[in-house]
C-alpha cells in the first residue's frame, strides 16, 4: 500500500494543476459528494456541487490568478482511511495583493482514493 502522506500530497499536486488550469471538471473526483469548505472570508460551501460551482465562478474572473496549497504536515490514522493535511495556502487576483494564510484539509479514503471530506482556509494575510 503506498503511504497516505504519499498519496495525499500526490492528489494535492493535481489540485494545484487543475486550479491553474481551471479545469472545474477535474476537481469533481477529488471532493466527497458532501465536502465542506470554509473559506478564507469564513464562508461556507456545503457539498461537491456548489464548491465547483464556486471553483467554476472564479476560474471564469479574468482577474482570477490562482490558489496554491502546499502541505507542511500529512498524518493519518493508525487504519489509513482519514488523514489530517495542514499547510500554507495562497490566492492570487490581477488587482488585488495576495492573501494566505494555514489550511487544513481532512481526507478520507475512499475505494483506495483518498478524496477530500473536508478544508478550512484561514486568511491571516
Avoid at 68 to 86: D, L
Avoid at 103 to 122: D, H, K, N, P
Amino acid at each position: 500500500m503506498i503511504d497516505p502522506a504519499d498519496a495525499i500530497r500526490a492528489r494535492r499536486r493535481l489540485t494545484n494543476r487543475f486550479i491553474a488550469g481551471r479545469e472545474t471538471a477535474r476537481l469533481g473526483p477529488v471532493f466527497l459528494a458532501t465536502a465542506v469548505v470554509i473559506a478564507g472570508d469564513g464562508s461556507v460551501i456545503t457539498g461537491r456541487d456548489a464548491i465547483l460551482a464556486a471553483f467554476a465562478s472564479q476560474f471564469a474572473d479574468p482577474g482570477f490568478g490562482g490558489y496554491v496549497r502546499t502541505p507542511e504536515r500529512i498524518e493519518a490514522n493508525a487504519v489509513g482511511e482519514r488523514a489530517a493535511e495542514q499547510g500554507r495556502w495562497t490566492a492570487a487576483w490581477k488587482d488585488a495583493p495576495a492573501q494566505s494564510g494555514p489550511y487544513l484539509a481532512v481526507w478520507r479514503r475512499v475505494t483506495g482514493q483518498w478524496m477530500i471530506e473536508s478544508e478550512t482556509f484561514v486568511t491571516t494575510s
